[in-house]
């Protein structure tokens, strides 16, 4: 199970990666694992600004559609347009090309809130 150090983590299971002011966010190598195959990720939250725990989307797998939960505030920004036409991405690299939404974060410091990869591990188990 692949847990990135450089990166922040929720326990629903989303990721975060800083760059700037900008945060991107998607689901971890456990959630897409537990999902099964991919098919379809749906966001319809750009150019909205949300709170922290709100749903900005869903991904479905074949047997399955899960809620997204923001996990900072913020705007969305951008969603990746690749996932319309591969939404199995999120399956073959979700922390890469499987990327979700970038946010504009309202305040970039409440990421150091979130879980570290060893609690993220603790968390999962592994």
Known sequence: MN??????????????????DIVYVGITDYAQSELGEIVFVEVETVGETLSADEVFGTVEAVKTVS????PIAGE????????E????LVNDD????????????ANVNDVNALLSDAEYKALIGK
């Open 67 to 70: 809620d997204l939960y923001l």
């Open 76 to 83: 969305v920004i951008e969603f990746n347009q690749d996932l």
């Open 94 to 105: 979700p922390y890469g090309k499987g990327w979700m939404i970038k946010v504009k974060a």
């Open 85 to 88: 036409d591969t939404p199995e």
């Open 3 to 20: 847990v990135p150090s450089n990166l922040k983590y929720t326990k629903e299971h989303e990721w975060l990666r800083v760059e700037g």
